[in-house]
């Protein structure tokens, strides 16, 4: 999954490291594989990876990620249909 992608730019995604406590929850959660630990901290490699899907933020136990797909442009549901359509050869639409 780590080479499909919405929009590059378009994700809101923030990462606190003074907050990050290096627990790697990310790193395991996130299915773009976007992110990394340097130096027992959390590092964002791939910011135009990231679908918003808030895996991340939902399981950072002292919330150093945010993730708001409300405010932005990545759409998850798109990107997990045209994954799963493309292992199965079916088109997906170009909209959510």
Known sequence: MKDFRYIDGA???KLDREACIGCGQCVTVCPHRIFSLTEKKAEI??????????????????RAIYVNPDDGCGCAALLIARWF???IGKETASCC
């Not at 490699?45 to 002292?62: F, Q, T």
């Open 85 to 87: 359509n493309t292992l």
């Open 11 to 13: 994700a809101i995604l």
């Open 45 to 62: 490699l791939d910011p135009n990876g990231c679908m918003e899907c808030g895996a991340c933020s939902r399981n950072c136990p002292v």
